[in-house]
């Protein structure tokens, strides 16, 4: 199988500019910001092929019914069109492959994971109207139609099936056990979406070691939200002395410490000795 290959340094630098930009806009765009990330992952995907998949889902909300009716009504209408004539969801084959976690490519193949066939359903919605949004159910992100009190849930994985509230919680209790609680089914932030993308394409890439490349460009992107956890930094500054770069690595290594001292001096002090030993390496 063969992967994406990142991009060129100078499109690498502007990919991150723009993402950054589109992150800290009063509304940031939710299938920019995935394309963004698309275009970090592969080399291939250049400004045209970014405004040909906007343009795709332009052309699929327009195939929806006007304004179909209430929540139900829409989800159905989601399913028919996306999951059923345009035959978008997914399969346990999709888990293994890093395209799945890319908006461009999810179009292409019309297969994904749960978030980026969700982003799909958001995004073609949101064009045609619809009260729509992201539900970040534990181990399995689905989509929401219309207000908490009428809420119709969809499963895009499995080509928009409408979902029970017993669906629900079983989906809740095979991903932690515990019981599906209220506050599950709020609405996801775009920015939160965005970054449990990243989480997915990082935990692909920390399954395969040899693609260090894909988990260093996923960190990084991650940091560039506004919000993130500030684990992160020690995680790409591992990740710059696995690659080599000792001495950025170190200097990450110290920063982070400087971050922990004020709560745990304990692990602090354990972090600057791995950046000691990583400008050791130079040697």
Same mark, same amino acid.
Not at 120 to 138: F, I, K
Not at 147 to 156: G, H, I, S, T, Y
């Given at each position: 199988? #063969?992967?994406?290959? $990142? $991009?060129?340094?100078?499109?690498?630098?502007? @990919?991150?500019?723009?993402?950054?930009?589109?992150?800290? =806009?009063?509304?940031?765009?939710? &299938?920019? /910001?995935?394309?963004?990330?698309?275009?970090?992952?592969?080399g291939t995907l250049d400004d045209a092929g970014m405004d040909a998949a906007q343009v795709l !889902?332009?052309?699929?909300?327009?195939?929806?019914p006007f304004r179909p009716g209430g929540p139900l009504p829409w989800a159905t209408a989601l399913a028919e069109l996306l999951g059923g004539r345009c035959?978008? #969801?997914?399969?346990?084959?999709?888990? %293994?492959?890093?395209?799945?976690?890319l908006l461009h490519a999810v179009l292409r193949r019309r297969r994904g994971l749960p978030i980026l066939l969700s @982003?799909?359903?958001?995004? +073609? =919605?949101?064009?045609?109207? &619809? $009260?729509?949004?992201?539900?970040?159910?534990?181990g399995h992100f689905v989509v929401g139609f219309g $207000?908490?009190?009428? %809420? +119709? !849930? =969809?499963?895009?994985f499995d080509g928009g099936r409408v979902l029970t509230g017993t669906d629900a919680q079983l989906f809740v209790a095979g =991903?932690?056990?515990?019981? /599906?609680?209220p506050s599950m089914l709020s609405p996801a932030d775009p920015l939160d979406v965005v970054l449990r993308v990243l989480n997915n394409v990082r935990a692909w890439a920390a399954a395969r070691p040899e693609r260090s490349d894909v988990a260093l460009w996923s960190v990084e992107l991650s940091l560039l939200l506004p919000s993130h956890p500030a684990r992160l930094?020690?995680?790409?500054? *591992?990740?710059?002395? *696995?690659?080599?770069?000792f001495l950025a690595g170190a200097a990450e290594l110290d920063a982070y410490a400087d971050v922990v001292a004020a709560v745990d001096e304990p692990s602090a002090s354990r972090i600057r000795g791995q950046a000691h030993a990583a400008r050791a390496m130079l040697n």
């Open positions: 199988m #063969r992967f994406p290959e $990142p $991009p060129e340094p100078g499109r690498a630098d502007e @990919v991150r500019r723009r993402f950054a930009d589109e992150a800290r =806009a009063e509304r940031p765009d939710l &299938a920019e /910001l995935c394309l963004l990330v698309g275009a970090a992952a592969d !889902l332009d052309e699929l909300a327009g195939r929806l035959g978008f #969801r997914g399969s346990p084959g999709d888990y %293994q492959r890093l395209e799945s976690s @982003v799909v359903w958001m995004e +073609v =919605a949101r064009r045609a109207g &619809a $009260p729509v949004h992201g539900v970040a159910l534990p $207000p908490p009190e009428r %809420q +119709v !849930l =969809a499963d895009p =991903a932690t056990g515990a019981p /599906l609680d930094r020690y995680e790409r500054a *591992q990740l710059l002395v *696995q690659r080599g770069d």
